[in-house]
Nanobody, 124 residues
Framework: EVQLVESGGGLVQAGDSLRISCTFS????????MGWFRQAPGKEREGVSC?????????YYLDSVKGRFTITIDSAANTMYLQMNSLRPEDTAKYYC????????????????WGQGTQVTVSS
């Protein structure tokens, strides 16, 4: 059974940093891609970043977070992180992690059961 547990969110001010974590189980991280998604109130869920640990750790980032967010993964610990710097009010959303298909310019959707997510709120 796939389990996804996100943590580390909080309320911060614009310009602050935050690192959120994702612990996953029920599948091996070998050969899979993992990604971060987010959903703001009234908006559709969107892909933020993904990583391909088996492919030299290649990454994808949403244009609006490039240069500010960094995705990493500890495959041995089945844990993925998203370091978020220079946060903006428009980054406010609930963040989720999930397996995905990670390409250079896009990332795929996830159609399984989502975790509970972790709320990130950035005040101006």
């Amino acid at each position: 059974e796939v389990q996804l547990v996100e943590s580390g969110g909080g309320l911060v001010q614009a310009g602050d940093s935050l690192r959120i974590s994702c612990t996953f189980s029920g599948f091996s991280s070998d050969g899979i891609h993992m990604g971060w998604f987010r959903q703001a109130p009234g908006k559709e869920r969107e892909g933020v970043s993904c990583i391909k640990p088996s492919d030299g750790s290649k990454y994808y980032y949403l244009d609006s977070v490039k240069g500010r967010f960094t995705i990493t993964i500890d495959s041995a610990a089945n844990t993925m992180y998203l370091q978020m710097n220079s946060l903006r009010p428009e980054d406010t959303a609930k963040y989720y992690c999930a397996p995905t298909i990670c390409a250079d310019t896009t990332m795929g959707s996830y159609f399984g059961s989502w975790g509970q997510g972790t709320q990130v709120t950035v005040s101006s």
